[in-house]
């Protein structure tokens, strides 16, 4: 992995210069303001400062090897075990370090899987949450450093061993796949050796949280005009609403000439909805009954720049309504660029959301949108789809307020949250 700074006098602009230098596969680790010192400060203006890293062939996940011989770690982590820990006295200072590993690896195995929760003190949370909250400041000094500043060997203490413990047992309560967080912990457990603390710990896996999410995607305009995209998705996720919430961003924030496109032609008053949005917007709406009729109504906004597709819902088990669908989106017009999202609400079931993906991988490639954030105070499934997926994500809406409840997946806010600080 490959990680730098590139300032800017703006977000967007120090992201595209990560972007120039590292491609779009570039993922944005943290973004600070920088406010200028001195006593001419007021006459200067702020910059902004973005980290930002890609992956690169080797695996990122491996750490620098010591020159020194090292005690191997576990292939595998098991966490299943659910019994007393019980590990034996070593007086050896050369086997300080191996009994270390031993009392996280017992930690670790002591780890209940979604049994009942350890009982955790209003202190060690208030402590963990702390911890979180500086993350973000810390992990600058982490990724800046090239190597782990040598400290006295010595055992974790009590302290450390319940936070690791809580880390865990965060993340399953945030509904994060175990699967998923035993991938996380392998790879954290090649940093835990000497002289790296907790704090370390927290940013390996604040790190690896982040590249797992990687960099938002959105409608990218280009200059086939109009560019077409397409809103699929269950029933109930919102897709209108979204799409509302959206366009009015184009329109408004950016002056764009939009128009609308409705296929929903079996929820009722679906037709109505929608219209009452473009008619706000003072733009124009067209219908089609089948997938033959697209391309004529697309003809007729050749001059707009995006035009926004609502699509019927059904259930991942109808057949005939997914190849309605299938064909809807194959029988555009290659002339035009289009793009698909996915939307998914937040409070869906994991199990559901799998089938959910299983059925639309068939239909298209898609990004995700994630509706209904306000709902849920547990974000793990986000992550879980993402890497279930492999899609991109996108936006995210926390309310039904058009066009506030919407913002761009913002990487940073959830994986503070999902390691339990405050966004």
């Known amino acids: 992995m490959t990680i730098n700074k590139f300032q800017g006098k703006t ?125 973000s400041d810390r992990l600058e000094e982490s990724l800046s450093s090239p190597a782990v500043r040598e400290e006295e060997t010595k055992p974790p203490t009590s302290e450390e061993l319940n936070l690791i413990r809580i880390l865990y047992t965060t993340l399953i309560k945030n509904e994060v796949n175990e699967k998923y967080v035993n991938q996380i912990l392998d790879e954290v457990e090649k940093f835990i050796r000497p002289g790296n603390s907790v704090d370390t710990i927290l940013s390996n896996v604040y790190q690896k949280l982040i590249l797992r999410f990687g960099q938002p995607k959105t409608i990218e305009l280009g200059k086939n005009r109009p560019k077409v995209v397409f809103f699929i998705g269950p029933t109930g996720v919102g897709k209108t609403t979204t799409i509302a919430k959206i366009a009015s961003r184009y329109k408004v924030e950016y002056n764009k000439h939009i128009a609308f496109i409705t296929a929903d032609t079996y929820r009722i008053a679906a037709t109505e909805q929608l219209q009452v949005y473009a008619n706000i917007l003072e733009a124009p709406m067209a219908v089609v009954y089948s997938d033959s009729e697209l391309n004529s109504k697309l003809e007729t906004y050749e001059g707009y720049d995006i035009v926004f597709v609502d699509t019927a819902g059904f259930s991942h088990k109808n057949v005939s309504q997914r190849e309605e669908m299938k064909r809807l989106l194959q029988g555009m017009d290659e002339k035009y660029s289009g793009e698909v999202y996915l939307v998914l609400s937040a409070t869906t079931k994991y199990k559901d959301l799998l089938d959910i993906i299983d059925t639309y991988h068939e239909i298209s490639d898609y990004k995700l949108i994630f509706t209904k954030l306000d709902e849920t105070a547990s974000y793990g499934n986000i992550l879980n789809i993402k890497l279930y997926s492999q899609a991109d994500l996108s936006y995210v809406t926390n309310g039904q307020n058009v066009p506030d409840d919407i913002e761009v997946f913002d990487t940073q806010k959830i994986v503070k949250q999902l390691l339990g600080g405050n966004a």
Do not use: C, W, Y
Not at 52 to 68: E, M
């Open 11 to 135: 977000e967007e602009e120090a992201i595209e210069k990560a972007k120039a230098e590292f491609g779009d596969d570039a993922v944005v680790m943290n973004v600070k303001e920088i406010r200028p010192k001195g006593f001419f400060s007021f006459l200067k203006s702020s910059v902004f400062e973005v980290t930002a890293a890609v992956r690169t062939k080797d695996n990122d996940a491996q750490a620098p090897q010591p020159q020194a011989a090292q005690t191997p770690v576990h292939d595998t982590i098991n966490l299943a075990a659910d019994e007393e820990i019980s590990i034996p006295v070593q007086t050896r200072k050369e086997d300080e370090f191996e009994l270390a590993m031993k009392q996280i690896q017992a930690v670790r195995n002591a780890m209940p899987l979604q049994r009942k929760e350890t009982e955790r003190t209003v202190e060690q949370e208030s402590r963990m949450e702390s911890r979180i909250e500086r993350l």
